[in-house]
C-alpha cells in the first residue's frame, strides 16, 4: 500500500518560517521525482517545487530564493523549507511522487495559513 503522509502545516505571520514533511512508504523511493504543489481556495493546484532522485532541483518562480526542497532517500521523506513566508503562500501543500511509467501518487494535504 502507498502512503505519502504530510505533516508540518500551520499558522504563521508574514515572514515566518515552516518546515514540511511527507513520509513515504510503498515505492521504490529514490526511483520518484519528489514534488510539493499547492492549491489554493478558487484555484487550480500548481507546482512549488521538485526533487529527482539524485537531487536536481526545480522551483516556482514564485518560491525561488525563499524555498528549499530536499530529500533523504534512506529515511523516505521530502522536504520543504519555507522562509520568509507571505500571505499569498496560504494554501493546502500536497506531497507527490512521479515515476515515469508508473502511476502518480498523491498526499492527503496540510494546510499553510500565513497571516497575522
Known amino acids: 500500500q502507498v502512503q505519502l503522509v504530510e505533516s508540518g502545516g500551520g499558522l504563521v505571520q508574514p515572514g515566518g518560517s515552516l518546515r514540511l514533511s511527507c513520509a513515504v512508504s510503498?515505492?521504490?523511493?529514490?526511483?520518484?521525482?519528489m514534488g510539493w504543489y499547492r492549491q489554493a481556495p478558487g484555484r487550480e493546484r500548481d507546482l512549488v517545487a521538485t526533487i529527482t532522485g539524485s537531487g536536481s532541483t526545480n522551483y516556482a518562480d514564485s518560491v525561488k530564493g525563499r524555498f528549499t526542497i530536499s530529500r533523504d532517500n534512506a529515511k523516505k521523506v521530502v522536504y520543504l523549507q519555507m522562509n520568509s513566508l507571505k500571505p499569498e503562500d496560504t494554501a493546502i501543500y500536497y506531497c507527490?511522487?512521479?515515476?515515469?511509467?508508473?502511476?502518480?501518487?498523491w498526499g492527503q494535504g496540510t494546510q499553510v495559513t500565513v497571516s497575522s
Open positions: 507527490n511522487a512521479y515515476r515515469p511509467g508508473y502511476r502518480t501518487f
Open positions: 510503498g515505492i521504490i523511493f529514490s526511483a520518484n521525482v
